[in-house]
């Protein structure tokens, strides 16, 4: 993956001039903004002596011990808009000291009990697609800074076909899970935005949610066994599919960030792959419209296996053509319907959505929308760099709530952020849809976009406070699947109360009584 950038170099492309038309047409002259070269990234002074880099190359081997400028420059940061732009002017003073590359979980709790021993900060470096500033360790205190790259540990160790269950190395990317699993007629059916970098460790550690939720369920529901390194041991988790023998532990590591422990391997439920998959689209006259529609689909267990709603605006953007920019749409809301299975669970299932979005006031508007979508659902990222090389502030955020209080989460985060982003240049523009659906609720994802003021960061950090400080007001979560990393951390202290941080604090302190282990991440 590009070191400032999203994705794969060779993908990325510059906006067509329909969408650059519309995006001047909104915030004015484009501006042509460059990227600090690789080579010219400032990058700290190695912290770690001579000696300690000695202990690590004795552990790992000579090859998997690295402190060249671009290894480390490859795994500063992840892939925010503030990382983003911090790497494109040429800012790398969070890049580690040494990138170490262990080859399986013997090494990698060698790894981290020599951490512990020498107190190196140690970050878990998976897909490096971390949104919240989860890859970045706080330095003061600490001998140095390394990052664990889990990319050697991308094996399929076992597969369970009766128990319909998988054990994959936590290093493993997600298309090479889904061709690893394909081969035994299986699949994990988990595709969230970053599936084609991120790691099946990374996946658990933040408790990602893929774009088939509605049918396939969140990561940390996919999982039932972990094993993870920590300074104290190694910890061993799911004898059985659910147990009574006190709390979870395995809800303590999923969505840990790397703060209780390196996860190295994941037993996952698995499905068969399936025969036949279909995507739909429909329109409602409104978001609300949209929402209760969706609500009923779930709250009647048919929901299909993809499920999304588009507000207003995001509708607008996605059914724009390119000789209709700055014209009018169809107006009404757009919901994505996906259906995975045997041909004929396909046909019953969709007859039943049909009928009951029929009766709730949608419109069918076909497949070809539905398959567009399903064809371009990972290309998103990539306009988001092409709008920061025009000068266009560009980010996401993410949220859940209770239906019952949806419309009030919309309307405050959307308002937060109008008003944030406003100046007398005009505003930005908000677009929001229902990614995740619940019996009981549901999540809303905003894409905001505004005319980039200066370096962006103190723009898009009073934004975002704004917008944080929105959710937790509306009585909402802080993040439904992007996780906590630093960006979060003020407002989950304010989600989880006073008691609730005493808790994470006191896991911390046994579990890694040095603070190595990503230090500065989720714990408040």
């Known amino acids: 993956?590009?070191?400032?950038?999203?994705?794969?170099?060779?993908?990325?492309?510059?906006?067509?001039?329909?969408?650059?038309?519309?995006?001047?047409?909104?915030?004015?002259?484009?501006?042509?903004?460059?990227?600090?070269?690789?080579?010219?990234?400032?990058?700290?002074?190695?912290?770690?002596?001579?000696?300690?880099?000695?202990?690590?190359?004795?552990?790992?081997?000579?090859?998997?011990?690295?402190?060249?400028?671009?290894?480390?420059?490859?795994?500063?940061?992840?892939?925010?808009?503030?990382?983003?732009?911090?790497?494109?002017?040429?800012?790398?003073?969070?890049?580690?000291?040494?990138?170490v590359l262990p080859a399986d979980h013997a090494e990698v709790a060698a790894v981290v009990s020599w951490c512990g021993e020498r107190r190196v900060a140690v970050v878990p470096f998976g897909g490096g697609t971390s949104v919240v500033g989860g890859l970045a360790a706080r330095r003061d205190g600490y001998a140095g800074v390394v990052a664990l790259d889990l990319r050697r540990l991308d094996r399929l160790v076992s597969v369970d076909p009766v128990s319909m269950t998988a054990v994959l190395e936590a290093g493993v990317r997600g298309p090479r899970a889904e061709e690893l699993l394909a081969e035994h007629g299986l699949t994990l059916g988990h595709f969230p935005q970053s599936f084609e970098y991120a790691s099946i460790g990374g996946f658990a550690a933040t408790r990602s949610s893929g774009q088939a939720s509605a049918g396939y369920g969140r990561f940390d529901q996919l999982v039932v066994g972990l094993t993870v390194a920590t300074p104290i041991g190694t910890l061993e988790l799911g004898s059985a599919p659910a147990n009574a023998a006190g709390p979870d532990l395995r809800e303590l590591v999923l969505g840990s960030e790397g703060a209780f422990g390196v996860i190295t391997s994941v037993t996952v439920r698995v499905r068969a792959v399936p025969e036949q998959k279909v995507y739909e689209t429909w329109r409602?006259?409104?978001?609300?419209?949209?929402?209760?529609?969706?609500?009923?689909?779930?709250?009647?267990?048919?929901?299909?296996?993809?499920?999304?709603?588009?507000?207003?605006?995001?509708?607008?953007?996605?059914?724009?053509?390119?000789?209709?920019?700055?014209?009018?749409?169809?107006?009404?809301?757009?919901?994505?319907?996906?259906?995975?299975?045997?041909?004929?669970?396909?046909?019953?299932?969709?007859?039943?959505?049909?009928?009951?979005?029929?009766?709730?006031?949608?419109?069918?508007?076909?497949?070809?929308?539905?398959?567009?979508?399903?064809?371009?659902?990972?290309?998103?990222?990539?306009?988001?760099?092409?709008?920061?090389?025009?000068?266009v502030l560009v980010e996401t955020l993410e949220t859940a709530t209770f239906w019952s209080n949806l419309p009030r989460l919309y309307a405050a985060v959307a308002d937060a952020l109008t008003t944030a982003l406003t100046d007398e240049q005009g505003g930005p523009i908000v677009l929001c849809h229902v990614s995740h659906v619940y019996e009981t609720g549901a999540s809303l994802y905003f894409t905001v976009a505004a005319k980039q003021d200066g370096d962006g960061l103190a723009q898009w950090a009073t934004a975002k406070g704004a917008a944080s400080d929105a959710m937790i007001a509306a009585g909402a979560t802080i993040t439904h699947h992007h996780a906590v990393g630093r960006d979060h951390k003020p407002w989950l202290a304010r989600e989880i109360g006073p008691v609730g941080v005493e808790m994470l604090r006191a896991v911390k302190e046994r579990v890694d009584p040095f603070g190595v282990l990503n230090p500065g991440a989720l714990v408040p």
């Not at 090859?63 to 800012?91: F, I």
């Not at 605006?313 to 014209?327: I, R």
Request: aromatic letters at 4%; charged letters at 25%; a negative charge.
């Open 284 to 391: 409602f006259a409104s978001f609300g419209d949209g929402a209760a529609a969706l609500r009923d689909l779930v709250q009647h267990d048919c929901a299909p296996t993809v499920l999304r709603l588009s507000d207003e605006n995001e509708t607008a953007l996605n059914l724009a053509k390119p000789d209709e920019v700055g014209g009018d749409s169809a107006g009404g809301c757009l919901v994505v319907t996906g259906f995975e299975g045997t041909p004929d669970d396909v046909a019953r299932r969709r007859a039943t959505v049909s009928a009951r979005l029929e009766k709730a006031g949608g419109t069918s508007l076909g497949a070809e929308d539905g398959a567009a979508w399903a064809a371009g659902r990972f290309h998103g990222p990539y306009l988001r760099d092409a709008m920061l090389d025009i000068g």
């Open 1 to 99: 993956m590009h070191w400032a950038r999203w994705g794969d170099p060779e993908a990325a492309q510059p906006l067509a001039a329909s969408a650059r038309g519309l995006v001047e047409l909104a915030f004015g002259p484009a501006v042509e903004r460059a990227t600090t070269p690789l080579p010219d990234v400032r990058l700290p002074e190695p912290a770690l002596d001579p000696a300690l880099l000695g202990e690590l190359v004795d552990l790992l081997g000579t090859d998997h011990v690295r402190t060249d400028h671009e290894a480390r420059v490859r795994h500063t940061r992840g892939k925010s808009t503030p990382d983003l732009l911090r790497m494109r002017q040429g800012d790398g003073s969070d890049a580690p000291d040494a990138v």
